[in-house]
């Protein structure tokens, strides 16, 4: 009896003291891990990709009516709430954060300055601006205990205008001035649909910029035209400019950042002879020859990611927005507006680069940039799993650009086709796999791009090098 019970304190004991050593992968069970591993099975998304499982309130399948919302939904990236507004799970937020600081770089490598505005609005600065009627029904219109009228914001014109007007006239010496945000929006749409292409609510950026004369205004419209220009080919998407409708923003001038896309519920004309491209509002029904060059115009369908406009006076006129000119007069001042929709760049930039069965992120906003997979448990490969261990820990020292950008799919009770396909529909750009030639005299490690369908197989060191031309952000 006596010898049964010491045979079960040492059992114990041992097991006690090995939960003490440092835990190898392959035995994590719980997914317990040295501080600083990112390793899949402790994230809250995904570690269990849905495959034929109920997908909620979007879930039924007449309602999964685009590549995005599909992709997105069946990878547990977004979770819906209500008819037009969406949780973002941490693999999302991750993109969302890294496409706010391209943004941002951006924005004041041209000399832009963040600031941020109340997403409740007052509406006597919408009466006054006569937004309050035209806009309709689009706006979220609320009241207070007070019975005072408010309204989320769908944009931000008039808070911005009275912002500036309430500070008193600038000087001349201070234009041009550059002020944007990076906020939720709100917009009471009348059927949400396409995930986060149209919602309710939503992530934007909207820059309002004041000069001192229209000549002026029109070249600050060109720089930050070409600082969208510049953003959109740092993230590798086609995009076209299109002349566009003021609508009820107004201005004198308008165009639009589209992406092509068989879903875009625009339609565009462009011209192959000459730059002309146009949204079809602003040409003359029936019209099919182009206005510049008379070369034919062919139609296509895009989703509308950034829209700019010179406003003029209109809004600056009306709250009173001055400058004071170098002869000490107060002069009102001229103003455009440009705004980027954050989460639907995301989505319509998952719409155009995706497979039908993975996701394809922009290669600076993957939310982990490299996802490594080791050996299954069990596996002849096991015995080399501390080589992979020794690659992660390494990965940080050797490329510092990657600190915080490795994944490590722990999950090694399963196969590494099952974990490599959810690396595919992932789409993180780099998977490194220890397969077979990990047990070779010297180790290789599969490498898979899979924004290019490359493979190539890499020593150590040779991942190393191969990784220090990743960009990050």
Request: proline share 6%.
């Given at each position: 009896m006596?010898?049964?019970l010491l045979r079960q304190c040492s059992k114990e004991f041992l097991h006690f003291a090995a939960c003490l050593q440092?835990?190898?992968?392959?035995?994590?069970?719980?997914?317990?891990?040295?501080?600083?591993?990112?390793?899949?099975?402790?994230?809250?998304?995904?570690?269990?990709?849905?495959?034929?499982?109920?997908?909620?309130?979007?879930?039924?399948?007449?309602?999964?009516?685009?590549?995005?919302?599909?992709?997105?939904?069946?990878?547990?990236?977004?979770?819906?709430?209500?008819?037009?507004?969406?949780?973002?799970?941490?693999?999302?937020?991750?993109?969302?954060?890294?496409?706010?600081?391209?943004i941002d770089q951006e924005m004041r490598a041209i000399g832009g300055q963040k600031l941020n505005m109340p997403s409740l609005c007052a509406a006597d600065l919408w009466k006054r601006s006569e937004r309050w009627d035209l806009m309709g029904k689009e706006l979220f219109r609320l009241r207070d205990r007070h019975n005072g009228e408010y309204c989320l914001g769908p944009t931000h014109e008039e808070a911005v205008?009275?912002?500036i007007a309430s500070l008193g006239s600038l000087s001349y010496r201070q234009l041009p001035l550059l002020?944007?945000?990076?906020?939720?929006?709100?917009?009471?749409?009348?059927?949400p649909r396409f995930g986060l292409l149209r919602c309710r609510e939503f992530y934007m950026k909207d820059m309002y910029t004041f000069d001192v004369s229209e000549e002026a205004a029109r070249q600050t419209y060109d720089t930050v035209c070409q600082a969208y220009c510049h953003l959109f080919e740092r993230l590798g998407l086609s995009f076209v400019k299109v002349r566009a409708d003021t609508g009820s923003i107004?201005?004198?001038?308008?165009?639009?950042?589209?992406?092509?896309?068989?879903?875009?519920?625009?339609?565009?004309?462009?011209?192959?002879?000459?730059?002309f491209s146009a949204n079809v509002e602003?040409?003359?029904?029936?019209?099919?020859?182009?206005?510049?060059?008379?070369?034919?115009?062919?139609?296509?369908?895009?989703?509308?990611?950034?829209?700019?406009?010179?406003?003029?006076?209109?809004?600056?006129?009306?709250?009173s927005a001055s400058y004071n000119t170098p002869q000490n007069k107060p002069a009102v001042t001229e103003m455009g507006c440009f705004g980027l929709g954050v989460t639907r760049i995301l989505a319509a930039s998952i719409e155009v680069l995706s497979t039908e069965d993975s996701?394809?992120?922009?290669?600076?906003?993957?939310?982990?940039?490299?996802?490594?997979?080791?050996?299954?448990?069990?596996?002849?490969?096991?015995?080399?799993?501390?080589?992979?261990?020794?690659?992660?820990?390494?990965?940080?020292?050797?490329v510092p650009a990657l600190r915080g950008e490795?994944?490590?799919?722990?999950?090694?009770?399963?196969?590494?086709?099952?974990?490599?396909?959810?690396?595919?529909?992932?789409?993180?750009?780099?998977?490194?796999?220890?397969?077979?030639?990990?047990l070779e005299d010297q180790p290789h490690f599969e490498v898979c791009c899979q924004n290019t369908g490359e493979t190539v197989f890499l020593t150590r060191e040779g991942v190393f090098d191969f990784l220090r031309n990743v960009q990050t952000v």
């Open positions: 006596m010898e049964m440092p835990c190898r992968l392959q035995h994590c069970g719980q997914g317990h891990g040295r501080p600083g591993r990112f390793l899949v099975s402790r994230l809250f998304q995904p570690a269990n990709l849905w495959e034929d499982r109920e997908l909620g309130v979007e879930g039924r399948q007449g309602e999964l009516t685009c590549r995005s919302q599909r992709l997105m939904l069946r990878a547990g990236l977004i979770h819906p709430a209500s008819p037009g507004c969406y949780y973002y799970l941490p693999h999302t937020l991750r993109a969302v954060e890294k496409l706010v600081r391209v205008t009275e912002l002020l944007y945000q990076i906020t939720r929006k709100f917009r009471d749409e009348p059927k107004g201005g004198k001038l308008s165009h639009e950042f589209q992406l092509p896309a068989d879903i875009g519920e625009d339609r565009l004309l462009i011209c192959a002879n000459c730059s602003t040409v003359q029904a029936g019209e099919a020859d182009c206005p510049e060059c008379r070369g034919k115009l062919t139609e296509t369908k895009g989703i509308e990611v950034g829209h700019t406009f010179y406003l003029g006076t209109k809004y600056s006129s009306v709250f996701i394809r992120w922009p290669g600076l906003l993957a939310p982990y940039q490299v996802c490594i997979l080791p050996p299954k448990k069990g596996s002849k490969e096991e015995e080399a799993a501390g080589l992979v261990e020794a690659l992660y820990d390494g990965l940080g020292e050797a490795v994944l490590l799919d722990d999950r090694t009770q399963l196969t590494i086709g099952k974990r490599l396909k959810d690396a595919s529909r992932l789409g993180y750009p780099y998977v490194i796999v220890a397969g077979r030639r990990i």
